[in-house]
């Protein structure tokens, strides 16, 4: 289970950060992204962690500017998203994904709940 919250409304250059609570599973075992999907766009993952070395990846869009990371004795992942701009309101997800690479959308299988990120002029 995977449950994401810290989202809300933030003014342009604002920052925010998202938390993921994970329960259930083996947290270190599993890679873990942050997604988004904006109104009449496609889901699109924004960054993500490795399960074992911590690796990471962003998207061009974001890198910079967000930063995430994993606390496995916490079983949480984190988003820290800077410098926001109006082309970062989405609903955002994390996920978590079983597979061998993290850095692709395809392999992530569990979602958690969206969570809305408004980033107003």
């Known amino acids: 289970q995977l449950q994401a919250f810290g989202g809300g409304l933030v003014q342009a250059g604002g920052s925010l950060r998202l938390s993921c609570a994970t329960s259930?599973?083996?947290?270190?075992?599993?890679?873990m992204g942050w997604f988004r999907q904006a109104p009449g766009k496609e889901r699109e993952l924004v960054a993500a962690?490795?399960?074992?070395?911590?690796?990471?990846y962003y998207a061009y869009s974001v890198k910079g500017r967000f930063t995430i990371s994993r606390d496995n004795a916490k079983n949480m992942v984190y988003l820290q998203m800077n410098s926001l701009n109006l082309e970062d309101t989405a609903v955002y997800y994390c996920?978590?994904?079983?597979?061998?690479?993290?850095?692709?959308?395809?392999?992530?299988?569990?979602w958690g709940q969206g969570n809305q990120v408004t980033v107003s002029s």
């Open positions: 996920a978590a994904s079983g597979g061998d690479t993290y850095f692709r959308g395809q392999s992530y299988t569990y």
């Open positions: 962690v490795s399960r074992r070395t911590g690796s990471t």
């Open positions: 259930g599973r083996t947290f270190s075992n599993y890679h």
